[in-house]
């Protein structure tokens, strides 16, 4: 495993069944980094993190963690990393304060030096003032605050966060990113899985697109986004009959198309002699395009490219979630 990887994973397969999760998949990231696996519910996120986190087993390829192999040295890879699920693990009945002495206890910590580290972890997550009340009592952007500080007690190399956000209101969202930004700042290397295109693209040095068990693109976000177009044209048609003709019309050059809302993408360059020439292409007769926007693409775009259907809630696979080890 090279020095500057904190995670290197090769030929990784998994089957529940006869449902095949994980097809082949490689990855590596970087020490120090924030690395995003974006793809649907059921795409095999979730089975990939349990596996790295040595919470399961692959049926074939090879997994590194901290330069330990996450089957031979799991004991060893435990030591140095920490997960934080899609729905907080703490204590309702107890304190803040008293869930991550609990946590410090089970890290080896005792007496003054569990209590330092719980307090400057609800410091450090803006949760000193809520400390000594009892969980329940938090809303859900505070739980997940807390989850998250519970798993940086044993002061892990690498996190595993897995769709940390789900669930949470815009403003606990942009404070969990926040706190991923300062985590990678001081040089932990966080592995997000999301739904959420736009954290994806806000936090992550580097994007993977998972579909189908099998990834399917890697880079940084502005890679993944020249794969599809520098901007996009987008064209709301004046009805269907006219947004048949327009998809026609685009064929190849059509990165999105929506037909409930008669919306089609084009890519274009973003100069106005190209998209003039666009627009007097594809609606010769100026009777087939209501009104149009130029945007630069977005991870959404990237992902609609190359799987056919958006990175949303509910294009579901039971069988991974409902693996129990």
Same mark, same amino acid.
Not at 312 to 321: K, V
């Given at each position: 495993?090279?020095?500057?990887?904190?995670?290197?994973?090769?030929?990784?397969?998994?089957?529940?069944?006869?449902? %095949?999760?994980?097809?082949?998949?490689?990855?590596?990231?970087?020490?120090?980094?924030?690395?995003?696996?974006?793809?649907?519910?059921?795409?095999?996120?979730?089975?990939?993190?349990?596996?790295?986190?040595?919470?399961?087993?692959?049926?074939?390829?090879?997994?590194?963690?901290?330069?330990?192999?996450?089957?031979?040295?799991?004991?060893?890879?435990?030591?140095?990393?920490?997960?934080?699920? +899609?729905?907080?693990?703490?204590?309702?009945?107890?304190?803040?304060?008293?869930?991550?002495?609990? @946590?410090?206890?089970?890290?080896?910590?005792?007496?003054?030096? =569990? %209590?330092?580290?719980?307090?400057?972890?609800?410091?450090?997550?803006?949760?000193?003032?809520?400390?000594?009340?009892?969980?329940?009592?938090? %809303?859900?952007? @505070?739980?997940?605050?807390?989850?998250?500080?519970?798993?940086?007690?044993?002061?892990? %190399?690498?996190?595993?966060?897995?769709?940390?956000?789900?669930?949470?209101?815009?403003?606990?969202?942009?404070?969990?990113?926040?706190?991923?930004?300062?985590? &990678?700042?001081?040089?932990?290397?966080?592995?997000?899985?999301? +739904?959420?295109?736009?954290?994806?693209?806000?936090?992550?040095?580097?994007?993977?697109?998972?579909?189908?068990?099998?990834?399917?693109?890697?880079?940084?976000?502005?890679?993944?986004?020249?794969?599809?177009?520098?901007?996009?044209?987008?064209?709301?048609?004046?009805? =269907?009959? =006219?947004?048949?003709?327009?998809?026609?019309?685009?064929?190849?050059?059509? =990165?999105?198309?929506?037909?409930?809302?008669?919306?089609?993408?084009?890519?274009?360059?973003?100069?106005?002699?190209?998209?003039? &020439?666009?627009?007097?292409?594809?609606?010769?007769?100026?009777?087939?395009?209501?009104?149009?926007?130029?945007?630069?693409?977005?991870?959404?775009?990237?992902?609609?490219?190359?799987?056919?259907?958006?990175?949303?809630?509910?294009?579901?696979?039971?069988?991974?979630?409902?693996?129990?080890?």
């Amino acid at each position: 495993m090279a020095v500057d990887l904190a995670i290197e994973v090769a030929g990784l397969e998994k089957s529940f069944g006869a449902v %095949s999760v994980l097809s082949g998949v490689d990855l590596t990231v970087r020490r120090g980094s924030v690395f995003a696996l974006l793809g649907p519910n059921g795409s095999g996120k979730t089975t990939t993190v349990r596996i790295l986190a040595t919470l399961s087993r692959a049926d074939a390829g090879v997994a590194r963690v901290a330069g330990l192999d996450v089957v031979h040295d799991r004991h060893r890879v435990r030591r140095r990393i920490s997960l934080t699920g +899609q729905y907080a693990a703490i204590d309702g009945l107890q304190t803040g304060e008293e869930n991550l002495r609990m @946590m410090a206890w089970l890290c080896g910590l005792r007496g003054r030096q =569990a %209590s330092e580290r719980a307090g400057e972890l609800l410091d450090r997550f803006g949760l000193a003032d809520a400390g000594r009340r009892r969980v329940k009592t938090y %809303s859900g952007g @505070m739980r997940r605050r807390l989850d998250l500080a519970a798993s940086l007690v044993g002061r892990p %190399s690498v996190i595993f966060l897995d769709e940390p956000t789900t669930g949470l209101d815009v403003r606990s969202r942009q404070a969990m990113w926040e706190v991923v930004t300062d985590l &990678a700042g001081s040089g932990v290397t966080v592995f997000l899985t999301t +739904q959420y295109l736009e954290e994806a693209d806000r936090l992550a040095d580097r994007v993977a697109v998972l579909d189908g068990g099998r990834v399917i693109a890697e880079g940084t976000s502005a890679e993944l986004k020249a794969r599809v177009a520098g901007y996009l044209l987008d064209l709301t048609a004046v009805d =269907a009959t =006219a947004f048949g003709e327009l998809v026609r019309a685009a064929g190849g050059r059509a =990165a999105s198309t929506d037909p409930a809302a008669l919306n089609l993408g084009v890519t274009t360059d973003g100069t106005a002699p190209d998209v003039r &020439a666009l627009l007097g292409e594809l609606d010769p007769a100026g009777e087939r395009i209501g009104h149009f926007t130029i945007r630069t693409a977005t991870l959404d775009d990237v992902f609609i490219t190359l799987t056919g259907h958006a990175a949303e809630p509910g294009h579901t696979r039971p069988t991974e979630e409902t693996v129990h080890v």
